[in-house]
């Protein structure tokens, strides 16, 4: 079984659709993070979370919203999807006091039209 | 701020070629290493890490040594298989509370039989 999983692995929708993105891990980390992906840009950090109850803006979180529902529950939400927002999505998790180390799930490659 | 830069993509070699694909980074103290491998529609794994000045990082026949005096962490492989086909993104990782992780914009390689 996937250490970190997430759910849905694709997703077409419209302009101006809310959207959630789920992610779940059973690697017992307390650190979790969702990153978009775009071509010939690498990796970009939306959010990170130490803990349940800790959640931070990562460099590109405006259009985004978060919710840690338990240790192993990181969710991503578009409350307004826009076309610039189509890219693939990344969740992953680390042990902590070790950030380089992460696990990262399958990925979401969601498309707004 | 932190930053990595790798060699622009695609590179391309026959099999049993000699791999090198470059990686420089800027960073004010002594930042962890790493290298991960993105298959086609997988998440990224981790390949390989160093953590302090002329470490080596090994793994799956690739290495990596963390050349402070340059700033940079080259990976190199012997003898490629098509297996190797997909994206490598050099990272870095700061210490402290957060631990950031800024990654390269990856470098695809395609191995031709």
Known sequence: ?113 | GNSVTQMEGPVTLSEEAFLTINCTYTATGYPSLFWYVQYPGEGLQLLLKATKADDKGSNKGFEATYRKETTSFHLEKGSVQVSDSAVYFCALSRGGGYQKVTFGTGTKLQVIP
Not at chain 1, 39 to 61: A, M, R
């Open chain 1, 1 to 113: 079984d996937a250490d970190v999983t997430q759910t849905p692995r694709n997703r077409i929708t419209k302009t101006g659709k809310r959207i959630m993105l789920e992610c779940s891990q059973t690697k017992g980390h307390d650190r979790m993070y969702w990153y978009r992906q775009d071509p010939g840009l690498g990796l970009q950090l939306i959010y990170y979370s130490f803990d349940v109850k800790d959640i931070n803006k990562g460099e590109i979180s405006d259009g985004y919203s978060v919710s840690r529902q338990a240790q192993a529950k990181f969710s991503l939400s578009l409350e307004s999807a826009i076309p610039n927002q189509t890219a693939l999505y990344f969740c992953a998790t680390s042990p902590t006091g070790r950030a380089g180390e992460q696990f990262f799930g399958p990925g979401t490659r969601l498309t707004v039209l």
